[in-house]
């Protein structure tokens, strides 16, 4: 069985691209609201291309998530790492309408889990979800996130700022230090 993620590559742009196009209805209540530019090769090529340059910052961890026969099939980022003492990211994460129910989203969001903790050496993963965002709350839990409050107005989505349900997860080994950063 192939990974469950991997990071992105500029290569990507054409199947993501594809897929944004293929999803936009079913990822607009999710979204903030994007140009038409964001749905084509280009815009996905300059998308990539800023996530990477983040990456190479230690800030984010961009990456896509793969389907069981290797092909791209979603995305899963860890954004705004932040190091010091609060060694924390934040998830986000989607999978194509027609992939879902797959445990695609699970497998990626629990592979991020294990590059954060296991890799990077961060303490803490925090995500938040739309209060009605039902699916996306079943993969948190499953990940072993556990609610821990509500955002109100919190992220500009589908063109107005929402109230978001709060998660996290931490990194149970209190020794753990792997990549280094408190040394």
Same mark, same amino acid.
């Given at each position: 069985?192939?990974?469950?993620?991997?990071?992105?590559?500029?290569?990507?742009?054409?199947?993501?691209?594809?897929?944004?196009?293929?999803?936009?209805?079913?990822?607009?209540?999710?979204?903030?609201?994007?140009?038409?530019?964001?749905?084509?090769?280009?815009?996905?090529?300059?998308?990539?291309?800023?996530?990477?340059?983040?990456?190479?910052?230690?800030?984010?961890?961009?990456? $896509?998530?793969? +389907? /069981?026969? #290797?092909r791209?099939?979603?995305?899963?980022?860890?954004?705004?790492?932040v %190091?010091? !003492? &609060?060694?924390?990211?934040?998830?986000?994460?989607? $999978?194509?309408? +027609? /992939?879902? #129910?797959?445990?695609?989203?699970?497998?990626?969001?629990r592979?991020?889990? %294990?590059? !954060? &903790?296991?890799?990077?050496?961060?303490?803490?993963?925090?995500?938040?979800?739309?209060?009605?965002?039902?699916?996306?709350?079943?993969?948190?839990?499953?990940?072993?996130?556990?609610? &821990?409050?509500?955002?109100?107005?919190?992220?500009?989505?589908?063109?107005?700022w929402?109230?978001h349900?709060?998660?996290?997860?931490?990194?149970?080994?209190?020794a753990?230090?792997?990549?280094?950063?408190?040394?």
């Amino acid at each position: 069985m192939p990974p469950a993620t991997r990071l992105v590559r500029p290569d990507d742009a054409p199947a993501l691209a594809d897929l944004l196009r293929r999803n936009r209805d079913f990822l607009a209540p999710w979204e903030p609201v994007r140009t038409d530019e964001w749905f084509t090769v280009e815009g996905q090529r300059t998308a990539i291309h800023e996530v990477l340059g983040q990456h190479e910052r230690g800030l984010a961890l961009p990456h $896509v998530v793969l +389907d /069981r026969d #290797g092909r791209v099939a979603g995305r899963v980022n860890l954004n705004t790492i932040v %190091r010091g !003492a &609060f060694q924390s990211a934040s998830v986000g994460y989607w $999978v194509s309408e +027609d /992939r879902n #129910g797959q445990g695609l989203a699970t497998a990626g969001v629990r592979e991020m889990k %294990r590059v !954060a &903790f296991e890799e990077l050496g961060l303490h803490r993963l925090e995500a938040g979800t739309l209060l009605h965002n039902a699916a996306s709350q079943r993969v948190l839990e499953r990940n072993a996130f556990e609610r &821990f409050g509500l955002a109100p107005r919190y992220l500009r989505i589908a063109g107005r700022w929402q109230d978001h349900v709060l998660f996290q997860v931490l990194d149970e080994d209190e020794a753990r230090d792997p990549a280094g950063y408190f040394q």
